[in-house]
């Protein structure tokens, strides 16, 4: 009674220094009194566990008060067991005991952290509040607790995230899984460069057996295949299903490089048996790109985007293939073109320059081939072979191409209206087999010629051999609708491709040009002198024209004059000039 009775004048003066009760004599009578009770029933209430802790004079936590569902929450009954905090397991389980006491000894008046009870087979989780409540005289710190059970949504979360990173087909890690895993190498703080790589396996012609054998059956083999592959590991190396029919492996090196190439041949051993499927039996093989870990500030997904791209060349090129920096880089600065020259052409950027095409048993100039020049505002002048290819590629030929064809003939139309008449030269303009198979070269020519009142047989058009096989009867079309019109066509560094001599005698073609490869360095390589004799008999047989491509010396010119070659072009002569620098050297070598 004494205890309550001191508790109740506590209440009213709570803060004021009243002679301290010695602490082991309260428990008795903790349960009694009006006031006791409706604690009691208060903290019942509560729909959590929760306890009231006191700290004694000496510094000792002890439970004051406890609802029953704390009690089962910490296996702890106010009843019979003894009330020390640091004598109950649960509280230095779960870390509370620490925690209390740092908490206590700090001066904020709130406090909450997430705690993990280990104690049984599956665990608990709760978060624990601490609240400050006002000391008493026999216990100047006093603490609410509360324990919040967060065991089922925990256990749903991790079962959640298990199931987002695993592949549910062949239960393997997923992409998402992966790259954690290898993120947390990077971020090892013994991350060493080279330690890793990251290899991204594809098992080749998986959809065209996936077609044939239906989904189910394909399921079966990519199951078969991934555990073959996860035969062929060693342990600690990482298998994962990034998609489809792509997986992923975090492999380490021992041994650098050689590591994946080794594992590269365990893989063709276990894929060496052909794969049962119902009542088939399937031969699989797989192509694997590489990407060595290098830089810790490298991320996961540029590792695994790099090993893709290797593996797109070993799809090509054979069974592994090692990403080399600067790969990417290749493909970036492709991409940077493509979109620089879009606006280059857009913008009137491009410009031509004329490189004189000479008879070499005269010296006179008969034409001038326009090539295209971009001159770019930050980068400087772009190589031609640099930027073709992606115009090729990426259809911005056809823009380029009809700008490089009108641009050419105003420059001859210029250098007509300079010389007072028509120069006696003809223009040879490149023209793409992209522009052949998608524009409507025939129209495009000749309203390019009406439109500047020159005459067709000026014109001669450049076409490579890769044009005429590509789509040999669109080429045949186009081919026979410039003879109509009357423009000639050249076929272009003759000797690289592998144009038939059905073709060349059946196509209206007027002038072969010879590579450069096999004339520049000819008077000291007998095959290709041997090459260039025999081009040149088949265009005197067929009644062409010729002209020679990389005449860089006169030597070579005198040469190719006494083989019976027409034409030479090349640095020899001159350079590719500007408009008014090739109307210049026209001039001057005019008689
Ligand atoms: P191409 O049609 O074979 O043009 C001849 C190339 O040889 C030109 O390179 C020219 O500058 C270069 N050349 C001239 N004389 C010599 C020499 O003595 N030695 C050596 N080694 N090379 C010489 P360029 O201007 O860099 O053009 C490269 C290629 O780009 C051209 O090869 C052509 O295929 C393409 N190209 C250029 N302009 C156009 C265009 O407007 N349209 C299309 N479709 N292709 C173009
Ligand atoms: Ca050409
Ligand atoms: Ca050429």
Redesign the pocket.
């Known amino acids: 009674m004494q205890v309550a009775s001191s508790r109740r004048r506590n209440k009213a003066q709570e803060s004021s220094a009243l002679p301290v009760m010695p602490a082991g004599a309260r428990f008795f009578s903790i349960s009694e009194g009006i006031i006791d009770t409706a604690r009691k029933d208060y903290i019942d209430a509560l729909p959590v566990a929760a306890a009231i802790l006191c700290q004694d004079e000496n510094g000792r936590s002890y439970v004051d008060l406890a609802n029953s569902v704390f009690e089962d929450t910490a296996g702890w009954k106010a009843a019979s067991d003894k009330p020390w905090v640091d004598s109950i397991g649960f509280f230095s389980e779960t870390g509370i005991s620490r925690a209390l006491e740092d908490f206590l000894d700090r001066g904020e008046r709130a406090y909450q952290f997430e705690g993990h009870d280990g104690r049984s087979i599956n665990g608990r989780y709760y978060t624990v509040r601490l609240s400050k409540l006002r000391p008493t005289p026999y216990a100047p710190q006093r603490c609410l607790i509360a324990l919040i059970d967060k065991t089922v949504q925990i256990e749903t979360e991790n079962s959640l995230r298990a199931e987002m990173l695993r592949d549910s087909l062949t239960g393997l890690p997923n992409r998402l899984a992966f790259n954690e895993r290898v993120e947390a190498i990077l971020g090892d703080r013994n991350f060493k460069p080279g330690s890793h790589a990251v290899l991204a396996v594809d098992m080749t012609r998986f959809s065209r057996v996936n077609h044939c054998v239906g989904a189910l059956a394909g399921d079966e083999l990519l199951i078969t295949f991934a555990r073959r592959l996860f035969s062929a590991l060693r342990p600690g190396d990482v298998l994962a299903r990034t998609g489809g029919d792509e997986f992923a492996i975090l492999l380490r090196l021992d041994k650098g490089v050689g590591d994946a190439v080794a594992f590269a041949d365990r893989i063709t051993g276990v894929l060496g048996t052909p794969f049962r499927l119902s009542d088939m039996e399937i031969r699989v093989d797989c192509a694997i790109g590489c990407a060595v870990a290098q830089d810790k500030k490298d991320s996961a997904e540029e590792l695994l985007r790099n090993a893709q791209f290797a593996l797109k060349r070993a799809k090509l090129f054979g069974q592994v293939q090692v990403y080399e920096p600067g790969q990417a880089q290749v493909v970036r600065r492709r991409f940077s073109i493509e979109t620089e020259l879009r606006r280059a052409i857009e913008a009137g950027q491009l410009s031509l320059a004329f490189?004189p095409l000479v008879e070499l048993a005269t010296g006179k100039i008969t034409g001038f081939?326009?090539?295209?020049r971009w001159d770019h505002e930050e980068e400087g002048v772009i190589?031609?072979?640099e930027f073709?290819e992606v115009a090729e590629e990426s259809g911005l030929?056809v823009p380029?191409?009809r700008w490089?064809l009108g641009a050419a003939l105003d420059a001859m139309r210029g250098w007509d209206e300079k010389y007072g008449e028509p120069l006696p030269v003809y223009m040879g303009v490149?023209?793409?087999a992209v522009q052949i198979q998608r524009d409507d070269v025939a129209a495009l020519v000749s309203d390019a010629l009406a439109e500047r009142k020159i005459e067709s047989h000026r014109l001669m058009l450049?076409v490579t051999e890769s044009a005429i096989i590509h789509d040999p009867q669109r080429a045949t079309e186009v081919l026979e609708a410039m003879q109509r019109l009357g423009v000639r066509i050249a076929l272009?560094?003759f000797g690289t491709g592998y144009t038939s001599l059905a073709y060349l005698q059946r196509l209206p073609i007027d002038l072969l040009k010879i590579d450069?490869s096999f004339v520049?360095d000819m008077l000291d390589d007998a095959d290709s002198t041997a090459i260039v004799r025999a081009v040149l008999s088949v265009a005197g047989a067929l009644g062409m024209v010729t002209t020679a491509?990389?005449?860089?010396c006169g030597k070579l010119a005198t040469a190719l004059a006494d083989m019976g070659c027409t034409n030479g072009?090349?640095?020899?002569f001159s350079e590719?000039l500007d408009a008014d620098a090739a109307f210049d050297y026209w001039l001057s070598r005019k008689t």
């Open positions: 490189q081939e326009a090539l295209t190589a031609p072979y073709i030929i380029l191409g490089a490149n023209l793409s450049e272009d560094d450069s520049t491509e990389g005449v860089e072009q090349g640095f020899f590719p």
